[in-house]
Every structure is written in C-alpha cells, then in structure tokens.
C-alpha cells in the first residue's frame, strides 16, 4: 500500500510503471465536479467510482482485496481512516469472485492512514484494505476509487 498526496506521486514518475502512471495523470486531468455516483466507465483496463458515503466505526467496516485491479483510492471531499493489513494476517470470510473481482476478509484493524482531500492510495493485490473508517468523528466522504487492470 502507498499512502500521499497526487501531486507528490505525480512529481515522482520513475517510482510507477506505465500503467500506474496513466492511472495518476488521468486522476489528475480528469474534473470529477458534477460526476455522479456509481461506475464509470474509461477504456479496457481503466474504470473508476465515484464513491459518497458517511464514515463509521471500525466494527461496522469490512476488509476486502482484488486480484484483477490495483485500487487507487483518491479522496475528493472528507477525511477517513483507512485499515492496511497483509492479507495473509487476514482470515477469508467470502472466497475470492470473479464477478466482483474481491475477497473479503475479517481479522484486526491494527494499523490505519488517516487520508484527506488530495490524498491517494495505491492498493496492490496483497493490500488488505478497510475504508469508510472515521477519523475521529462520523464524516462524509467523496472520493474516486480508480481501477486499473494488472
């Protein structure tokens, strides 16, 4: 897992691949005001969400990971807490789907990033990853998770 703000990740391009770097540049250029919530689509290996939520406890959150896409979560408006474990620490609640391209998991939220507007992060297939987690006080949240194809 990465966790910054875009414009230090964008400053850095020999740190990504291609892909990644793509992924950035069209988070960047892209203007999200007036986009409305659910799946958009961009080209075949890029998608995003446009994702609007209020946070909460811990305990009401669950941890997933992907295996076909990277998630790069930005946050537009809001602040939030987000879980990371490895997803071996990890116990498996709902096997992995296709479909979704998830697994879910359940275990213990032992380490969190606190992440406001402008911040990013990358989640690779190893990322165990819990969102929507607040950060102090119950807090909406507007944020594009970005899906790029590995």
Not at 124 to 147: C, F, I, N, S, W
Request: glycine share 6%; charged share 30%.
């Amino acid at each position: 897992m990465i966790v910054d703000s875009l414009t230090h990740l964008l400053e850095d391009e020999a740190a990504f691949g291609p892909k990644i770097q793509r992924g950035l540049q069209f988070l960047r250029d892209t203007d999200f005001t007036g986009k409305v919530a659910g799946r958009h689509e961009v080209d075949e290996e890029l998608f995003y969400f446009i994702n609007e939520y209020e946070t909460k406890a811990a305990e009401e959150c669950f941890w997933e990971a992907h295996r076909k896409n990277l998630d790069l979560h930005y946050i537009l408006e809001g602040k939030e807490k987000i879980g990371y474990a490895a997803i071996e620490r990890l116990n498996v609640k709902e096997e992995y789907s296709d479909e979704k391209d998830a697994v879910f998991f359940t275990g213990t939220l032992e380490s969190t990033v606190a992440v406001c507007s402008g911040d990013l992060v990358i989640c690779y297939p190893q990322d165990g990853h819990m969102t929507a987690v607040m950060a102090g006080e119950k807090e909406a949240v507007r944020k594009v998770v970005l899906k790029i194809k590995i």
